[in-house]
Every structure is written in structure tokens, then in C-alpha cells.
């Protein structure tokens, strides 16, 4: 792939938006190798994800305004509809997602973010999306996921004005869990995604469809689905050996995801 990154570690990976001198702008060829890199993931051996850009200025600053220039409004409409598919896809997958962001998360950039699980940032990162100011609206979930994550106020500012946060505020509104210098991000990324994946993945993977499926459900809806995903857990060799561990007070063996 030209410009995607893929390192497979201990029970987890790390996907780089690698586009550096166009700081790591989506156009649809990022899209779609991202896109395949997702279809690709060996949940057996991936338990959790991080996303993240090359280099320290940049985690994706956006869409490609080269590329989106010159589209009719069906081009447009296509071309958004492609970048909410990818996104959505990675919203979806059964383990979770860590982004790490190090540096301007803009436009597409920010809804790639809202579409991780988890956000950590560097010192030097920067929220916002800027479409208003260039005639368009977001069109990879941005309007959808900003005001679920941080409430539709703050959201309708950012979105409406352009408003630009800089990473200490991410962190004050919700928007990030965590801000690191530049050069501790990625450690603190996979020291987190190393922690997730020593966890029982059924666990894990059950627990993060609970969240996500109940949270666009009313609660008696939600609690009904928790209850489901609860009573799958059971009978597995994870949950036998870590309910064992415990009564027994020593460490459990090494989760098998079965």
C-alpha cells in the first residue's frame, strides 16, 4: 500500500496514516486502502487497534481540498458517502479502536478520531472542523458524532463557527481521554491497547457492543441487550479460568479468546 502503515504486535496493531507531506490528508485512495486494511484484520490475533498519522505535525488534517475541488454535487455526495462507509466500518469492528493523535485532527481528520473508541492526543494536537469555511458541511459523520461526544452545544460551536481546540481543551470537554508530549503519545497508546488486549477478548469485544448497540436504545432496550451479551460470556474457557483465577487468588493464564 502507498499510503497505509501496518504493524502487527503483541495482541495488537497499529495503523499509520502514512501521507506526511500532505499531513496525512484522505483522499480516496487513502480511503480505500484503509478500507481494505480493516477487511483485513485477523481478530484471532488483533484484539485492539490504534489509528494514527506519520510524523508530529499532523493525524490527518483532512479530506483532500485537491481532490473535492472540482466535484459535481452527485461526486460529492458519492465521495462522502465512501468516507462515512470506511468510518463507519471502523466504528464497528468488534475490538477496540485507539487513536492516537498526534498533532491537527481537522475535517476528516477529527471524524476519523469520533469514530475511535478512544481518543489520546499530543500536546500539539488540534480539533476542529473547518467545512463551513469552505462551503461544505462534514461528510464522514461529523455532525453526528461531534455532539455525541461532547454534547450538541459545544458541537453546534465548532461546527457552526470553525471553532479550532487545542488539546488541553479536547481533554476538559471530553473530547480526549489523555494528552501526552509528542513523543509519549504512541508509547501510552500501546501501553493502553496492550492492557485491553491481555483482557478476556469475548469480554471485551461483548462489552464494547453492550455500549455501542445501547446507546441508540432506550434503556430498558439497552439493558436488555447488556443482559444477552452478559449471559454470552458464560461458558467459555476465558470466563471458566478467570472466575477460577480469582477464587482461588492467583493469576489468571493468559486469556485464549475462547
Same mark, same amino acid.
Not at 488483533?46 to 506519520?54: E, S
Not at 462534514?138 to 453526528?144: D, R
Not at 480469582?246 to 492467583?250: I, P, W
Given at each position: 500500500m502507498d499510503f497505509i502503515l501496518y504493524e502487527q504486535k503483541n495482541g495488537y496493531a497499529i495503523v499509520t496514516? %502514512?501521507?506526511?507531506?500532505?499531513? $496525512?490528508?484522505? $483522499?480516496?485512495?487513502?480511503?480505500e486502502e484503509l478500507d481494505a486494511t480493516l477487511d483485513a484484520l485477523d481478530f484471532s490475533a488483533?484484539?485492539?487497534?490504534?489509528? +494514527?498519522?506519520?510524523g508530529q505535525k499532523s493525524f490527518v488534517a483532512g479530506a483532500d481540498i485537491g481532490e473535492? !475541488?472540482?466535484? +459535481?454535487?452527485?461526486?460529492?455526495?458519492?465521495?462522502?458517502?465512501?468516507? %462515512?462507509?470506511?468510518?463507519?466500518?471502523?466504528? !464497528?469492528?468488534?475490538?477496540?479502536?485507539?487513536?492516537?493523535? %498526534?498533532?491537527?485532527?481537522?475535517?476528516?481528520?477529527?471524524?476519523?478520531?469520533? !469514530?475511535?473508541?478512544i481518543r489520546l492526543a499530543s500536546e500539539n494536537a488540534r480539533f476542529g472542523q473547518p467545512e463551513t469555511g469552505l462551503g461544505?458541511?462534514?461528510?464522514?459523520?461529523? +455532525?453526528?458524532?461531534?455532539?455525541?461526544?461532547?454534547?450538541v452545544g459545544k458541537a453546534k460551536e465548532m461546527l457552526y463557527a470553525c471553532t479550532q481546540v487545542k488539546a488541553e481543551e479536547a481533554k476538559a470537554i471530553g473530547l480526549v481521554n489523555a494528552v501526552y508530549p509528542i513523543d509519549e503519545l504512541l508509547p501510552a497508546a500501546e501501553k493502553l491497547a496492550a492492557k485491553i488486549a491481555a483482557n478476556a477478548p469475548i469480554a471485551v469485544r461483548n462489552t464494547k457492543k453492550a455500549v455501542n448497540d445501547g446507546l441508540q436504545v432506550d434503556i430498558d432496550s439497552a439493558i436488555?441487550?447488556?443482559?444477552?451479551?452478559?449471559?454470552?460470556?458464560?461458558?467459555?474457557?476465558?470466563?471458566?479460568?478467570?472466575m477460577a483465577a480469582?477464587?482461588?487468588?492467583?493469576e489468571h493464564a493468559p486469556f485464549e479468546n475462547k
Open positions: 496514516i %502514512n501521507r506526511e507531506k500532505a499531513l $496525512n490528508a484522505l $483522499n480516496s485512495q487513502v480511503l488483533v484484539r485492539c487497534l490504534i489509528v +494514527t498519522g506519520a473535492m !475541488s472540482t466535484l +459535481t454535487k452527485a461526486e460529492g455526495e458519492a465521495f462522502g458517502k465512501k468516507g %462515512n462507509a470506511v468510518f463507519r466500518k471502523l466504528e !464497528s469492528l468488534p475490538i477496540p479502536v485507539i487513536a492516537a493523535v %498526534n498533532g491537527f485532527a481537522l475535517g476528516g481528520g477529527c471524524e476519523l478520531s469520533l !469514530s475511535c473508541d461544505i458541511t462534514p461528510g464522514f459523520g461529523g +455532525t453526528q458524532r461531534l455532539a455525541r461526544a461532547i454534547g436488555a441487550i447488556e443482559a444477552k451479551l452478559f449471559g454470552d460470556c458464560f461458558e467459555s474457557a476465558d470466563q471458566k479460568e478467570g480469582f477464587l482461588e487468588r492467583r
